[in-house]
C-alpha cells in the first residue's frame, strides 16, 4: 500500500464519522452554504495576477512538519497582498496538520478563490467545503476511477464549485478528462517515490484539452520555471514548500512574485 492508498483508507474512516457528526442539514445552514463561489479559473487568467496558488501546509508525508504554528490569517492575506491569484488550503490533518477552521480563517480575510486540498471520496466532503468557504475542490485521479470521477465533479457543479482535475501521468489525463473539468493540475511530485520533476508539466502541456485551463504543481521554487511553464501554456502553478519553509511564507511569496515580474518584464522587453 503506498501512501495515498493508506490516505484514501483513512479518509472514508473520516467521512463515517463526520457525517454522524455533522449531517448534511447541518452544513447547509453554514453562512457559507449560500454565498456565491469566486471563480478558480478566472483569477488565473487575470493579466494583472501572478497566476499562483499560494499554498497554506503545516507538514506533508514526506517531508514532516514544515510550518507547524503558521498563521493562517497573516499568512493568506499576505499571499494576497504579494500577488497571488488564489489561495490553496489543505484540510487535511492526520497527514498535512491542517483542519477546516484553517479554510474558513482563510474565507474570513480574503475575497478571492481558495481551493480546498483535501483527498476528496464523497459528495458529504463537497458539501462540506462550501459550508467551510472553498471556492475550488480537489479532484486526483490516482485516487477514484473515471466514472467516480466524473460523478463527484457533477456534484460539486450544482453547488458552484468548480473542480482542479490532479493527475500525475499522461494514461491518468485521458482516463480521466471529462466534461464537468475545466482546470486541470500536472502534479509533478511521484506519488510512489515523492520525487518532483517539472519535466512532467511540460511533457503533458500538449495533451491536455484546448481551451482548459493549465495548472503545475510540485517542484517549482524558481520564477524562470514558472515563465517557461506559461511559454508552454501553462496558466497556474501551485506552491506551498517553496514559501511555507520560510518562517514568514508571505515574505516568501512577495519576493518570488516581484523576481517573477520582472523576468516577465525583460521577455516583454525582449520581444
Not at 452554504?33 to 494583472?48: G, I, K, N
Not at 491569484?85 to 474565507?107: M, Q, V
Not at 489525463?173 to 520525487?195: A, I, Y
Amino acid at each position: 500500500m503506498n501512501i495515498l492508498d493508506e490516505i484514501i483508507a483513512q479518509k472514508y474512516k473520516e467521512v463515517a464519522e463526520r457525517k454522524d457528526l455533522y449531517p448534511v442539514k447541518l452544513l447547509e445552514k453554514s453562512l457559507y452554504y449560500e454565498t456565491p463561489c469566486v471563480s478558480l479559473e478566472r483569477y488565473l487568467l487575470r493579466p494583472d495576477k501572478s497566476g499562483i496558488i499560494a499554498e497554506i501546509k503545516r507538514k506533508s508525508p514526506s517531508k514532516g512538519d514544515i510550518n507547524p504554528y503558521v498563521s493562517v490569517e497573516r499568512t493568506s492575506i499576505g499571499y494576497m497582498q504579494a500577488g497571488a491569484s488564489a489561495l490553496s488550503i489543505l484540510t487535511d490533518t492526520n497527514y498535512f496538520g491542517g483542519k477546516n477552521e484553517d479554510l474558513t480563517t482563510a474565507r474570513k480575510f480574503n475575497y478571492c478563490p481558495i481551493l480546498r486540498k483535501d483527498f476528496m471520496v464523497d459528495e458529504y466532503q463537497i458539501v462540506e467545503a462550501k459550508s467551510i468557504g472553498a471556492d475550488a475542490i480537489l479532484l486526483i485521479a490516482a485516487a477514484l476511477e473515471p466514472a467516480r470521477l466524473k460523478e463527484l465533479a457533477a456534484f460539486a457543479r450544482t453547488l458552484g464549485l468548480e473542480v482542479l482535475l490532479e493527475v500525475h501521468s499522461l494514461e491518468e489525463l485521458q482516463q480521466s478528462m471529462n466534461d464537468e473539468v475545466t482546470v486541470v493540475g500536472v502534479n509533478n511530485r511521484n506519488l510512489k517515490t515523492f520525487k518532483t520533476d517539472v519535466g512532467l508539466s511540460f511533457e503533458l502541456a500538449k495533451h491536455i484539452p484546448a481551451g482548459v485551463t493549465k495548472i503545475s504543481e510540485s517542484g517549482l521554487s524558481q520564477p524562470q520555471t514558472l515563465v517557461d511553464l506559461q511559454e508552454a501554456g501553462y496558466n497556474g502553478f501551485l506552491i506551498g514548500e517553496s514559501f511555507m519553509t520560510n518562517s514568514r511564507p508571505e515574505r516568501a511569496a512577495a519576493a518570488f512574485v516581484k523576481e517573477l515580474r520582472a523576468l516577465q518584464g525583460k521577455k516583454e522587453t525582449v520581444a
